[in-house]
């Protein structure tokens, strides 16, 4: 079946703009979540989706930075008024609650604010 | 703290030869723990997870990893490395339930030698 994908594969942004990422889950899977990947940083937790709603967004490093899901289904990070550190690679993955702990990622969307 | 320590930064290895990057963690309840490895430009793909029972598991690709809670370590071995195995690979700590982010460590690039 289909996995997690994400879109765009990569963003390319001037500072200050905004902008979104899309991540499309696995099928009937509830839980999503985002991280992020930046040099020297490692996996960073961002948020976790439980169906339309976000019980954790502790990792959230700023006010810029916000996310939504719709109908349990596609979810969309959004950061404002991008800043050079925000670059990093975006990556989703969701998992089902029949398979807790087990989260498939999509291919992630590189982000470069320049 | 929690946290995943993955002590080597780089390794070679010639083909053929066998193959074990370390993993340390620190987690305050019973741990769920994970290998996923990621190719350039892709995602992280789940190569093999622990769970309870058994403390040696089985992943894909010929992999494998012991559980040794005296030592929280959580080692990924292979007995004979192929030249396609050349990635970057993250050892992961989590929850049991569902909706648990996932701490990563920084990961270990591995290069092969022909």
């Known amino acids: 079946g289909a996995g997690v994908s994400q879109s765009p594969s990569n963003k390319v942004t001037e500072k200050g703009k905004d902008v979104e990422l899309r991540c499309d889950p696995i099928s009937g899977h509830t839980a999503l979540y985002w991280y992020r990947q930046s040099l020297g940083q490692g996996l960073e937790f961002l948020i976790y989706?439980?169906?339309?709603?976000?019980?954790?967004k502790s990792g959230l490093p700023s006010d810029r930075f916000s996310a939504e899901r719709t109908g349990g289904s596609v979810s969309t990070l959004t950061i404002q008024r991008t800043q050079q550190e925000d670059s990093a690679v975006y990556l989703c993955a969701s998992s089902s609650r029949l398979r807790d702990g087990e989260q498939y990622f999509g291919p992630g969307t590189r982000l470069t604010v320049t | 703290a929690q946290s995943v320590t993955q002590p080597d930064i780089h390794i070679t290895v010639s083909e053929g030869a066998s193959l074990e990057l370390r993993c340390n963690y620190s987690y305050g309840a019973t741990p769920y723990l994970f290998w996923y490895v990621q190719s350039p430009g892709q995602g992280l793909q789940l190569l093999l997870k622990?769970?309870?029972?058994?403390?040696l598991v089985q992943g894909i690709k010929g992999f494998e990893a012991e559980f040794k809670r005296s030592q929280s370590s959580f080692n990924l071995r292979k007995p004979s490395v192929h030249w396609s195995d050349a990635a970057e690979y993250f050892c992961?700590?989590?929850?049991?339930?569902?909706?648990?982010?996932?701490?990563f460590g920084k990961g270990t690039t591995l290069s092969v030698s022909s």
């Open positions: 989706f439980q169906g339309n709603s976000a019980p954790d």
């Open positions: 622990y769970f309870s029972g058994d403390t």
């Open positions: 992961a700590v989590g929850a049991p339930q569902a909706g648990t982010a996932l701490i």
